[in-house]
C-alpha cells in the first residue's frame, strides 16, 4: 500500500512540557491573520500566523511576503534540538494558530521554490489533538494520522513532491491547537 514518507513521534515533548509551551507561545506571540488574493477577491484565511526565523529566512507563500520575528527562546530551542536529535537543520519556523475546529488548513504541498527542490518538514502539535491527511497527487491514495499534542511530525523527501496535505474542520473540537512546521528556506 502507497504511504508517504513521513514519521510520527508521539510524546516527542512531555505533556507538562507541552501544556507550558503551548501556553506561552498561546499568550506571548503577536498572532496575526493573513489576507491572500483570490482573483479579485480577499480572503481571510482560517487560522492566524507568526513566522520566525534568522534575518535573511524571508519566505514568500500564497502571494505574500513573510520577514521572520527574530528567534523567541522557546522557539530557539526546538529548533537546537530538532538539530541534535535529528541533524536537521533549519532557519525558520511557521507557527499556526488553530482557535477551534473550525479553524482548518485546505489540501496543499510545501513546494515554495525557497524551500528547494525536495524538502524535509519537521511539524511539531501542541494542544487539541487534529486530524491530519495526506492525499497522493496520481493515485488520490488517502493516508490519515492524528496528531497529538507534543508529537513530532517529520515529511521526509519525496513527502512534498508527491502527497499533499490538509488538517480538516472537526467541528466537535473546541479549544486551540498549534503547530510549528520548521522549515529551510534559500537564498
Ligand atoms: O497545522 C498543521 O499541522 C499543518 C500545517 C501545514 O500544513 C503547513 O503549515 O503547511
Known amino acids: 500500500m502507497l504511504k508517504p514518507p513521513i514519521t510520527l513521534i508521539d510524546n516527542w515533548l512531555d505533556q507538562t512540557g507541552s501544556e507550558e509551551l503551548f501556553t506561552e507561545l498561546l499568550t506571548t506571540i503577536d498572532w496575526q491573520y493573513e489576507i491572500v488574493k483570490m ?40 529548533q537546537q534540538k530538532l538539530e541534535v536529535e535529528r541533524s536537521l537543520k533549519f532557519n525558520g519556523v511557521l507557527c499556526n494558530l488553530y482557535n477551534d475546529g473550525k479553524n482548518y488548513m485546505g489540501w496543499h504541498r510545501d513546494n515554495e521554490p525557497e524551500l528547494g527542490s525536495d524538502p ?53 473540537v473546541k479549544s486551540p491547537r498549534i503547530n510549528l512546521t520548521f522549515r529551510h528556506t534559500q537564498h
Not at 508529537?151 to 488538517?167: A, I, K, T
Open 39 to 78: 482573483f479579485d477577491n480577499s480572503i481571510i484565511v482560517p487560522r492566524k500566523i507568526a513566522w520566525f526565523g534568522d534575518a535573511d529566512a524571508t519566505y514568500r507563500y500564497s502571494g505574500l511576503t513573510h520577514k521572520p520575528l527574530p528567534w523567541i527562546r522557546a522557539l530557539h530551542i526546538l
Open 120 to 172: 524535509i518538514i519537521a511539524s511539531v502539535s501542541l494542544g487539541e489533538p487534529r486530524r491530519f491527511i495526506f492525499r497522493h497527487i496520481l493515485s488520490d491514495v488517502k493516508h490519515e494520522i492524528i496528531l497529538n499534542s507534543g508529537s513530532l511530525l517529520l515529511m521526509h523527501e519525496g513527502c512534498q513532491q508527491y502527497w499533499q496535505h490538509s488538517l480538516p474542520k472537526m467541528m466537535s
